[in-house]
């Protein structure tokens, strides 16, 4: 996870402000993504190719520092649930401190040597674990009565189809009678129509009644026969008019006039048959159907509260520190809770004791919030939007922003769109609102319009501890409690990092109910459009070609190639550009830095940063320790 603690993070989030010539010289290799795609961009050996994200935040550009005097371990020691009461009010009094909250971890470790709670949990999870499993047997069962169902109904269909396609052939028929125009068409296509239901009589109705009487045994005698059936119309026709249409024998005609009204007759039984039919399938199916839903929902609840109860053990790191903690579980009558608790709220550097609490409640363009020309194109085109709410800082969208995105797919594959970026950017303007658009979603005080943040990190280790004697201990451990100073760009990057934590457990479960699939990209995708990606020449609902599909795919790749060759001409472009840009520039003796960004925040870092900005950060955590300590009763708090 980014930036939790104590992790050993692969992918870190950008930190700063760095010394212009210097930086940080912070910087990770990565896969080259393409954020509107959410496709790893492929070289011309089909590769992918790797990028290089610079993570050092220049003046203006940027903060995410924690004043160094920031960050304490706490480690308290309480009856038992008093403890958790102190975690609880601290986090009651953070809401009314105007923070907002959200946990982004949590784990148990109970040992079996603590028995009463040890078989309280593993009979909750097995209890869950027998539920699972006998939904997914019931679900199973459902969708296969629903199968057999639906292939029966998609029959019956086929068979509709085919009626309702003569019945209007018929028509057509009759209206160009009237008429006296295009007649002969309108009788090509009233043969064509019933050609496909008179073939099935005749294989499976006529052809059971012997080979003595039925056409295809006649056909030995009279080879016609058969094509002469298929000539005859609905209309009543006489012996005589089909023995003369015909030229034909009076016996043949006969014979051919009463196959004729059998198959009238069984035609018309037959559609009646079908229609009814169809119709109990279809409410079949639609029942059947209803049920596969409810038992889904039925089981999010239950593999919910299975998933809430997360074993440290259960990856390989943690069963490994688990066998060598000095606590040792395995002997010890002990239990151990893990919450990862995020924190934050804006402030602004000043003297005045009261809050600024200007707001704007203006739009801005796309292009004025920080979108470049492809993204724009692509939240118009998919989204119809054009502007975004005005934010303290602007642009919004910046580099680090972007390259937060990328880490965050990277780190938990799930990838991050444009359009979650806008709705994080409308969440926070809400938190800055006027009364009048207040609501319980976005509660709490309203917040000073700053772009700076006050940013903070709780993680905490709820150890309880069984003695021998009977006695119970619950001990309370804040891992390194940190308070950050940190810019609107790095706040909306931890706010998209919650969504993909979030987004990431909903698609657990949402794929082991089987509602969607995850695409190599992060995306998930419903089967059929997953299908239609992969193959897009085909039609899977119809189990046929599609045409549109096939043309559309070789346009596809011939713009693949224009748009690729293009690229790498601006590149090459665009590089030799820079060069000799910041050849220039070191001639007149100006950084570069200083041309190619517009940095909406604070620039003087050796002035305001350390003499005042770190001071925000510096007093919440003061309040936070001093908090704690009051509510554990620590002398001199």
């Known amino acids: 996870m980014l930036g939790l603690f104590k992790e050993a993070d692969k992918y870190n989030y950008p930190t700063g402000p760095c010394p212009p010539t210097t930086g940080c010289g912070k910087s990770i290799t990565i896969d080259a993504i393409n954020l509107i795609t959410g496709e790893k961009i492929k070289g011309k050996d089909g ?4 990028e290089t994200l610079d993570l050092s935040m220049y003046p203006g550009e940027g903060v995410n520092a924690p004043p160094y005097e920031a960050v304490k ?20 009094q953070l809401g009314k401190w105007g923070y907002e909250r959200q946990e982004v971890k949590h784990s148990i470790e109970v040992s079996p040597v603590y028995k009463e709670y040890y078989t309280l949990i593993m009979d909750q999870k097995e209890k869950l674990d027998s539920q699972i499993k006998n939904g997914f047997a019931g ?21 509709l189809k085919w009626f309702a396609g003569l019945e209007r052939a018929k028509k057509a028929l009759k209206n160009a009678k009237e008429t006296g125009n295009e007649i002969a068409s309108a009788q090509a296509e009233y043969r064509e129509s019933q050609h496909i239901i008179k073939a099935m009589f005749i294989d499976q109705v006529d052809a059971y009644t012997g080979d003595s009487v039925s056409l295809k045994g006649i056909a030995v005698r009279w080879p016609t026969i058969i094509g002469d059936f298929f000539d005859l119309y609905d209309e009543d026709e006489s012996v005589e008019d089909i023995q003369k249409e015909r030229d034909i024998p009076k016996a043949e005609a006969i014979i051919l006039k009463t196959k004729h009204e059998l198959y009238r007759e069984w035609k018309n039984e037959f559609l009646t048959n079908i229609i009814k039919r169809y119709r109990s399938l279809k409410q079949l199916a639609l029942g059947r159907k209803f049920s596969i839903e409810e038992t889904r929902e039925d ?5 919910s509260r299975y998933k809430a109860i997360k074993d440290m053990r259960s990856d390989m790191k943690g069963a490994a ?10 002997s010890q009558a002990v239990a151990m809770d893990i919450w990862d608790v995020w924190a934050w709220k804006p402030f602004t550097v000043k003297e005045e004791p009261y809050p600024n609490t200007r707001y704007s409640e203006d739009k801005i363009p796309l292009k004025e919030a920080g979108f470049n020309k492809e993204e724009r194109k692509y939240l118009f085109d998919n989204y119809k939007i054009t502007e975004v709410p005005e934010l303290p800082a602007t642009p919004i969208m910046d580099r680090h922003l972007r390259n937060i995105m990328k880490m965050i797919y990277l780190e938990h594959g799930v990838r991050i769109s444009l359009k979650d970026v806008v709705d994080k950017i409308t969440d926070l303007s809400k938190r800055y609102s006027e009364p009048g658009d207040f609501s319980s979603t976005h509660g709490g005080p309203r917040w000073e319009f700053s772009p700076y943040f006050i940013f903070l990190k709780i993680p905490t280790l709820r150890h309880i501890i069984k003695l021998p004697n009977s006695g119970m201990i619950e001990d309370m451990i804040w891992d390194g409690i940190q308070t950050f100073n940190i810019t609107q760009n790095i706040l909306i990057g931890r706010m998209l990092e919650i969504q993909a934590i979030k987004e990431n457990e909903r698609r657990q479960i949402s794929r082991m109910l089987g509602y969607e699939d995850l695409a190599e990209n992060g995306k998930v995708t419903e089967l059929d459009e997953m299908l239609k990606k992969t193959y897009p020449e085909f039609d899977f609902n119809e189990g046929k070609v599609d045409e549109k599909g096939v043309e559309s795919q070789l346009k596809k790749e011939v713009k693949k190639e224009e748009v690729k060759k293009n690229f790498e001409e601006f590149q090459e472009k665009w590089k030799s550009f820079n060069e000799k840009s910041k050849k220039t520039l070191g001639k007149l003796g100006l950084y570069p830095l200083m041309f190619a960004y517009k940095t909406p925040y604070e620039k003087l870092m050796f002035e305001r940063m350390t003499k005042q900005m770190q001071r925000g950060p510096g ?6 320790d001093n908090f704690l300590k009051k509510k554990a009763g620590v002398p001199g708090a």
Do not use: C
């Not at 007093?619 to 936070?624: L, N």
């Open 299 to 303: 089981l999010i609840p239950l593999i």
């Open 321 to 330: 520190e688990l066998q060598f903690d000095w606590n040792r579980p395995d």
């Open 73 to 92: 371990y706490l480690d308290l020691e309480f009856n038992m649930g008093v403890g958790s009461g102190v975690y609880y009010s601290l986090l009651f």
């Open 139 to 159: 679900l199973i069962q459902t969708i296969q009565d629903y199968e057999l169902i639906d292939h029966d109904l998609r029959k019956y269909a086929e068979y």
């Open 619 to 624: 007093v919440a955590f003061g309040e936070v």
């Open 47 to 50: 590769k992918t190719e790797k």
